[in-house]
């Protein structure tokens, strides 16, 4: 491990609260291209004739539902059993040692809860939540992907909707809420394979007073400035030293005891979700890096 691997997983070890952001790095490395897929926009826009911030749309889901469910299970599930990239698997080893309260994501593939991760909040929604607007029955997204139009209700066979925030749409209030809770309760941020800048991370991060933002990316990014410890190269194997170094040296903490925390914790981010849910209302979900 280099010095500051060394400082950063001393400073994880002894926090008593660390937030975790995670960004679509993670999931792209293993064929999951998010909602806008900028990575791929050239192509996209080449074969559908619209850019996926068109695709994405309410507009699109209402007028033209063929070409937004193409999108939605070629482009977005098109990668059939991409596994668990190994960063929510190391997330989870370590939550079971150190204190992470939370685990925010802005993608929309449910890995970390799969992963076994605690209080996750994916901010975006999720494509394993579509629902029936009639029926309020939930679909998950090997059921979209298994349709090859357009998929509907088996029930009330009305077409379903999306889990996940559509391009123009707002955030969810009650989310937005509950990881801006978490960011104001923790000392340690610990950004992985997101941009500093990007519009979710921005909104939270004014709600942190503590000193320690580290962040861990593929290369240096326009932002990273704030950040107090920086850490760049292959994201997998940064965090994969740093939970081994954790792992080695931090037993598994109480089962029991972990779970009041947990309880705890959770119940005080309920108290307090009413007072900033006012202060969210103007954040919408511009989805630059999602
Ligand atoms: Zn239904």
Same mark, same amino acid.
């Given at each position: 491990?280099?010095?500051?691997?060394?400082?950063?997983?001393?400073?994880? #070890?002894?926090?008593? =609260?660390?937030?975790?952001?995670?960004?679509?790095? %993670?999931?792209?490395?293993?064929?999951?291209?998010?909602?806008?897929?900028?990575?791929?926009?050239? $192509?996209?826009?080449?074969?559908?004739?619209?850019?996926?911030?068109?695709?994405? +749309?309410?507009?699109?889901?209402?007028?033209?539902?063929?070409?937004?469910?193409?999108?939605?299970?070629?482009?977005?599930?098109?990668?059939?059993?991409?596994?668990?990239?190994?960063?929510?698997?190391?997330?989870?080893?370590? &939550?079971?040692?150190?204190?992470?309260?939370?685990?925010? !994501?802005? @993608?929309?593939?449910?890995?970390?809860?799969?992963?076994?991760?605690?209080?996750?909040?994916?901010?975006?929604? +999720?494509?394993?939540?579509? @629902?029936?607007?009639?029926?309020?029955?939930?679909? *998950?997204?090997?059921?979209?992907?298994?349709?090859?139009?357009?998929?509907?209700? *088996?029930?009330? &066979?009305? !077409?379903?909707?999306?889990?996940?925030?559509?391009?123009?749409?707002? %955030?969810?209030?009650?989310?937005?809420?509950?990881?801006?809770?978490?960011?104001?309760?923790?000392?340690?941020?610990?950004?992985?394979?997101?941009?500093?800048?990007?519009?979710?991370?921005?909104?939270?991060?004014?709600?942190? !007073?503590?000193?320690?933002?580290?962040?861990? =990316?593929?290369? $240096?990014?326009?932002? *990273?400035?704030?950040? =107090?410890?920086?850490?760049?190269?292959?994201?997998?194997?940064?965090?994969?030293?740093?939970? *081994?170094?954790?792992? #080695?040296?931090?037993?598994?903490?109480?089962?029991?005891?972990?779970?009041?925390?947990? !309880?705890?914790?959770?119940?005080?981010? /309920?108290?307090? +979700?009413?007072?900033?849910?006012? /202060? +969210?209302?103007?954040?919408?979900?511009?989805?630059?890096? =999602?």
């Amino acid at each position: 491990m280099s010095v500051v691997e060394n400082k950063v997983s001393e400073l994880l #070890k002894n926090s008593k =609260n660390i937030f975790v952001f995670c960004g679509n790095t %993670i999931t792209r490395d293993i064929g999951l291209h998010g909602v806008l897929s900028e990575h791929i926009a050239y $192509e996209v826009e080449d074969y559908y004739g619209y850019s996926s911030e068109e695709l994405m +749309t309410e507009n699109f889901l209402t007028r033209r539902v063929k070409l937004f469910f193409d999108y939605y299970q070629n482009i977005m599930l098109g990668t059939k059993d991409p596994g668990i990239p190994p960063i929510p698997r190391y997330i989870k080893d370590m &939550q079971e040692r150190v204190n992470i309260g939370s685990v925010i !994501t802005n @993608t929309v593939y449910s890995l970390y809860e799969k992963a076994g991760c605690k209080n996750v909040i994916s901010i975006n929604g +999720t494509v394993e939540k579509n @629902t029936c607007t009639s029926c309020g029955k939930v679909f *998950d997204a090997e059921y979209v992907r298994a349709h090859r139009l357009i998929p509907h209700c *088996d029930k009330c &066979q009305v !077409t379903l909707r999306p889990g996940f925030t559509l391009i123009g749409e707002t %955030i969810d209030n009650g989310l937005m809420s509950k990881a801006l809770n978490e960011v104001e309760k923790s000392d340690v941020v610990l950004v992985i394979g997101s941009s500093l800048r990007d519009k979710v991370f921005k909104s939270l991060i004014k709600y942190y !007073t503590g000193d320690s933002i580290i962040v861990i =990316n593929k290369e $240096e990014l326009f932002g *990273d400035e704030i950040a =107090n410890y920086r850490l760049y190269g292959d994201i997998n194997e940064i965090v994969g030293r740093l939970r *081994d170094d954790i792992v #080695k040296t931090v037993p598994v903490r109480d089962k029991e005891e972990a779970d009041t925390e947990d !309880t705890k914790e959770r119940s005080d981010a /309920e108290t307090d +979700t009413e007072k900033t849910t006012e /202060e +969210t209302a103007e954040e919408t979900a511009d989805k630059k890096d =999602n």
